[in-house]
């Protein structure tokens, strides 16, 4: 019943884009959604959107599924943009009740749509190209910089990590609870909302007695095998920055400065 | 010296107060390095609290945990006892750290500081032993409990260990797990002379061994080879222990005045030790 839940959306492939050391993507997608907010020309759009489109060509993933993953937040996106239709003053078009239709309205709500549409899709090219672990591990090398200002950047990527381990087992496990408590009468798919939520008590409480067993025997294991922080810790996969990567830290550069030079000259 | 030297060892759970328990009373128990040493006892009769002892992860109310004359006492060489000392627990589940298997055998010589080549050829070399190198990329969950146990063991391999202390490893898998592990152990103590010390509830896994120890109430109530002590099956019962089939077998006959070898273990044995006895009798 729950076994069709997957972690993240990662797609494995060798594309350049998923051989791209995670931190520079994520430093990447990082500097260019808010280069998305600080160009807001037509040109610029263009040029975001073919750039967009050449990574979603370039990542080997299928583009159905990439669209896909606007599907969740395609209300949001019909909505901003038909807020924007109506709420920007100037040239009138036509007027509906009390809303008036204007030309910078719909070049407006044009913008921050595709705004939108092209922060989903980066983002999730990312998602796509780079598997948890490796986004956990980027993690963990960008935040230690912030270390010096108290941020625990190992403890927080040693519970990502940890959580990748366990959801699927805790999903298992409430899979079986469920079972168990269905054959015994118990009855989850019927009610209303409040006997509903009454009738997860009785899985709820195994699953947090045991998640908590599990934390007590993980730490115990754990502590067997030498753990002691962060410190001294060394990586057997670290992570590394190769041509690539300068490559497109290269293109990314280049992009920006034509950016500028357009904004300069317009 | 000794491998493991436990000298008067008590423990205490939560001393001075109404929960308080005498875990341990006074152990004296010592190990040589190649040793295959099981560790037999009812439920709640100490084995586990004797085994989290071997490593520092309980430290003694009294007397005193020497591996290879270092102290588990002593915090400074707690971690080079960890390294020789790698620990296997009962749920295969609670025990891999990491999404990846790979990663996982990987946990140990990392917290070392070793560096990413050395642990890669380590990780590769574990696996091969626990004859998991297939599944290096496997997630955890995917894994039967017997191959999960097999990792747990590997992760263990990848850190140089020189002696696994393995707690029930097999109490939660079914038969074709149960001998996977043993199995495993088996070749690893053969091979590449690493001292075992294996906790279990089935007399048969324990009559593989070197020498079996058997616990009682928190303390060593027997100390010998698996002949030895199963050859003292009313000692056994008073322990609340039972015996290999063979030997109860065994035992049972001899009482009924039909002379049979008292040495037997295994039931191959008991069918050869029978033939011989009717050949006789005929
Ligand atoms: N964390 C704890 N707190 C209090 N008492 C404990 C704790 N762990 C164990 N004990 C007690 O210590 C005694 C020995 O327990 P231990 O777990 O070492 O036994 P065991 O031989 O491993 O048993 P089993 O075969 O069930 O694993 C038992 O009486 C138990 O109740
Ligand atoms: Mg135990």
Redesign the interface.
């Known amino acids: 019943m729950l076994s069709n839940i997957t972690i993240g959306q990662y797609f494995p492939g060798n594309s350049i884009l998923h051989r791209l050391d995670p931190r520079v993507k994520v430093l990447l997608l990082f500097f260019f959604l808010i280069e998305i907010f600080l160009f807001s020309n037509a040109v610029a759009y263009g040029i975001f959107s073919a750039v967009a489109f050449a990574l979603m060509l370039l990542s080997g993933i299928p583009l159905g599924m990439l669209l896909r993953s606007l599907k969740p937040l395609w209300w949001i996106i019909l909505f901003t943009f038909v807020i924007h239709l109506f709420s920007n003053p100037g040239t009138p078009i036509a007027k509906f009740w009390w809303f008036t239709l204007t030309w910078e309205g719909i070049r407006m709500g044009c913008f921050i749509s595709l705004r939108l549409v092209l922060l989903i899709l980066m983002s999730s090219l990312l998602t796509f190209t780079t598997s948890?672990?490796k986004l956990t591990d980027a993690l963990e090398s960008l935040l230690s910089p912030f270390r010096r200002f108290g941020l625990p950047a190992h403890e927080l990527a040693m519970m990502m990590?940890?959580a990748?381990?366990f959801i699927?087992?805790l999903i298992?496990e409430t899979d079986k609870i469920m079972k168990a408590q269905q054959s015994r009468g118990a009855d989850f798919t019927t009610g209303n909302v409040m006997k509903r939520l009454r009738n997860m008590v009785p899985i709820l409480v195994p699953l947090f007695l045991s998640a908590f067993?599990?934390a007590d025997?993980?730490a115990?294991?754990?502590?067997?095998?030498?753990?002691?922080g962060g410190v001294?810790?060394?990586?057997?996969?670290?992570l590394k920055t190769g041509g690539v990567d300068y490559l497109a830290i290269a293109g990314f550069v280049l992009l920006t400065v034509s950016l500028l030079g357009i904004k300069v000259l317009a | 010296m000794a491998f493991i030297k436990v000298e008067n060892l008590t423990h205490i759970y939560h001393p001075g107060t109404p929960q308080e328990s005498v875990a341990l009373d006074k152990v004296n128990l010592s190990i040589e390095a190649g040793e295959f040493v099981a560790v037999l006892g009812t439920n709640g009769s100490g084995k586990s609290t004797l085994a989290r002892h071997l490593n520092g992860l309980l430290l003694p109310t009294e007397g005193r945990c020497f591996i290879r004359g270092l102290d588990t006492c002593n915090e400074q060489e707690l971690w080079q006892i960890r390294q020789q000392i790698g620990m296997v627990f009962q749920n295969p589940d609670n025990q891999l750290i990491a999404a990846v298997v790979e990663d996982d055998v990987a946990f140990g010589p990392e917290n070392l500081g070793m560096d990413p080549q050395e642990i890669r050829a380590k990780v590769n070399a574990s696996l091969q032993a626990v004859n998991m190198a297939k599944y290096r990329t496997f997630a955890p969950h995917l894994l039967s409990g017997g191959q999960k146990q097999r990792i747990a063991i590997a992760g263990a391999l990848a850190m140089d260990t020189d002696c696994l202390v393995l707690d029930e490893p097999t109490a939660m898998l079914d038969p074709q797990g149960r001998e996977e592990v043993l199995r495993t152990v088996q070749k690893l103590h053969e091979e590449r002379g690493i001292t075992i010390v294996y906790i279990t509830h089935f007399m048969e896994e324990a009559s593989v061994a070197d020498r079996i120890v058997v616990m009682d109430k928190g303390q060593v109530a027997a100390d010998g080879t698996p002949r030895e002590i199963f050859a003292d099956v009313p000692g056994m019962k008073k322990c609340g222990l039972d015996v290999p089939l063979a030997v109860e077998v065994v035992w049972q006959l001899r009482h009924q005045g039909i002379k049979l070898p008292e040495d037997i273990l295994t039931e191959d044995e008991l069918v050869e030790a029978l033939e011989a006895y009717t050949c006789q009798s005929n």
């Open positions: 948890p672990l990590t940890i990748l381990r699927p087992t298992e067993r599990r025997e993980l115990m294991a754990m502590e067997a095998r030498c753990y002691r001294g810790r060394t990586q057997m996969k670290s």
